[in-house]
């Protein structure tokens, strides 16, 4: 199975600024596309951002449009997401994921295990 490893949550002050970073564990594989997740308590998970590696397209939710900013290295496998100008209701556990092809890649997306951001007002 393809593994993802997310980090670089943490507690941070309305306005401020985090970097999630995600890199894989284990297997190597071939990744068209990263993005990132979250899922605030009692709430769906949601798509936050996402890099096609084709063309190094990249897509955001609205809401952290001019905020975040969604990087990676696609031979590494590797993506990030830079928080700007956080507000309290970006506050959730954050989760990586990639479609990739080959042996332990799922056709729903392997995933990290989550980061949590926690944003205090």
């Known amino acids: 199975q393809v593994q993802l490893v997310d980090s670089g949550g943490g507690l941070v002050q309305a306005g401020g600024s985090l970097r999630l970073s995600c890199a894989p564990s284990g297997r190597s594989f071939s990744s068209y596309a990263m993005g990132w997740f979250r899922q605030a308590p009692g709430k769906e998970r949601e798509f936050v951002a996402a890099?096609?590696?084709?063309?190094?397209?990249?897509y955001y939710t609205d809401s952290v449009k001019g905020r975040f900013i969604i990087s990676g290295d696609n031979a590494k496998n590797t993506v990030y997401l830079e928080m700007n100008s956080l507000k309290p209701e970006d506050t959730a556990v954050y989760y990586c994921?990639?479609?990739?092809?080959?042996?332990?890649?799922?056709?729903?997306?392997?995933w990290g295990q989550g980061t949590q951001v926690t944003v205090a007002s």
């Open positions: 890099i096609i590696w084709s063309g190094s397209s990249t």
């Open positions: 994921m990639t479609y990739c092809t080959g042996n332990g890649c799922s056709t729903s997306g392997n």
